[in-house]
């Protein structure tokens, strides 16, 4: 039930051959224009919860977050702008993601999954957002699907499988030390 907008790539290739190597690293930057970007193609009135998943091996999270605030409204275009600046936003790149931005509509980020793929703790993620879930495994991010209604119990039980017992059993013992696990699931 869950429906993809869509995949978006940076064309690295490209980038390389236009000796615009600075570019491979501006993650944050280039995530959120295809967001707005792709926030854009639709209508107005649209009232779309989006569900972001990404990894921590780049700034998927940083990007995420940045992106829930302007749609919920709580950042200023100076706080915006500052942000912008933090990331290393050239001039000319500034003045369209702004616009971007300041498009008006009722959509929201309803949650972000973060898929800990290096060594990084998920608990320290935890600290920079409500609606962002750190997990050491598709395990953990189907569980909180689950719970909030967007999966089937036989998805997380085929998930389950695929690990194995002592891999769900420690993804299950980390959910629990990090109070992650609902009432209903104990």
């Known amino acids: 039930g869950i429906e993809v907008d869509g995949l978006t790539f940076k064309d690295q290739v490209r980038l390389v051959r236009r000796a615009r190597v600075r570019e491979l690293k501006k993650h944050v930057v280039y995530k959120l224009t295809a967001l707005l970007i792709n926030r854009s193609m639709r209508p107005v009135d ?10 921590d091996s780049e700034t998927d999270a940083e990007a995420y977050l940045l992106y829930a605030r302007i749609l ?12 912008l600046l933090g990331e290393g936003v050239h ?28 060594k990084r703790n ?7 957002g409500p609606n962002l879930v750190a997990a050491r495994d598709a395990l953990q991010i189907a569980m909180d ?30 959910l629990l030390a990090r109070e992650l696990v609902p009432d209903s699931f104990v």
Request: hydrophobic letters at 35%.
């Open 46 to 55: 649209a009232e779309i919860q989006e569900v972001l998943i990404g990894d």
């Open 72 to 83: 919920e409204g709580s950042l200023t275009t100076k706080e915006l702008e500052y942000a």
């Open 91 to 118: 001039r000319k790149e500034k003045g369209p993601i702004l616009d971007l931005a300041a498009r008006k509509d009722k959509s929201k980020v309803t949650k972000i999954y973060i898929h800990c793929t290096t």
């Open 122 to 128: 998920p608990a320290g993620l935890m600290t920079t």
């Open 145 to 174: 699907a689950l719970h909030e209604g967007w999966l089937q119990p036989e998805y997380v039980r085929r998930i389950a499988r695929e690990l194995g017992t002592q891999e769900v059993a420690s993804s299950f013992q980390d």
